[in-house]
């Protein structure tokens, strides 16, 4: 599970930098000195031109990027530090790019189920519900199973 010191203050940066890698390391940081504090409830919107570090700064938030500077919490827990299975039971990231695993439309749905084997009976009565709530049916997608 993913550990909650501090569920009043869900996002906190302070101090966050991350370096540019590869071709551009003459450039600035792509994030640099960073502090900002996401309280829950809140809404905020981050914008920036491209190359301004927007994706970045939540890649750092879960996990995908460890090694910048500073420090970044997630309900009171390093971001770099939370167990990743435990962070993708609890977040979700849909990237610019759309990414799709192998297989069917029903498998890339259930792409967090921790059995190696069947969905269990919760997990697909789950996915059901999600559906019903897009106001979706599993007829509706051609490769469903």
Do not use: H, M
Request: proline share 6%.
């Amino acid at each position: 599970k993913l550990p909650v010191e501090d569920a009043s203050t869900p996002i906190v940066a302070r101090g966050l930098t991350l370096a540019r890698k590869g071709v551009n390391t003459n450039l600035p940081p792509v994030l640099q000195d960073l502090c900002l504090t996401l309280n829950k409830g809140e809404i905020v919107g981050i914008a920036g031109s491209s190359g301004s570090g927007k994706s970045t700064l939540l890649k750092c938030a879960l996990g995908l990027i460890p090694d910048y500077q500073g420090s970044l919490t997630l309900l009171g827990a390093e971001a770099r530090d939370i167990d990743k299975v435990s962070l993708s039971q609890a977040l979700v990231y849909a990237q610019q790019e759309p990414f799709v695993l192998t297989g069917t439309i029903r498998d890339n749905l259930l792409a967090t189920n921790n059995n190696t084997s069947q969905p269990t009976q919760d997990e697909e009565d789950e996915l059901l519900l999600a559906l019903q709530r897009a106001s979706l049916q599993p007829t509706d997608f051609a490769d469903w199973e």
